[in-house]
């Protein structure tokens, strides 16, 4: 039984709760996220990891594909890359897409430097 049928549903899960879940340990789902570029949990100001469902579903297929199926870590990666490639571009949720979010803030900060620079000329 997966976790979203057994309990009611949270928005954001620790890492700790995602290792039990999994029955993957903690110190693998942090290497875990060195290594593949799909799993990045958003991060509070504290540095405590909180991941989505999304995250969680991209773990059990990382798993799947380790344990299972014994695919290495390379063909892991390249296994995860192909299927994104065949569902097309992937669509980011800017609330849990740490990615996501860290770019517009980084397109922000150029724009109030634009705009701080013209007011200057003014």
Known sequence: MKFCEKKKMKKYLTIGEISNITDVPDYTLRYWESEF???????????????????????????NLLYEQKYSIAGA????????????????????????????????????????MLSDEI
Do not use: C, W
């Open 37 to 63: 570029n799909l799993l990045r949990p958003l991060r509070r100001e504290s540095g405590q990891r909180r991941y989505t469902h999304d995250d969680l579903h991209t773990i059990e297929k990382i798993k």
């Open 77 to 116: 990666k390249k296994e995860l890359m192909k299927e994104k490639k065949q569902k097309g571009q992937m669509n980011f949720e800017l609330s849990v897409s740490s990615a996501a979010v860290k770019e517009l803030q980084r397109i922000k900060r150029d724009l109030l430097d634009i705009k701080n």
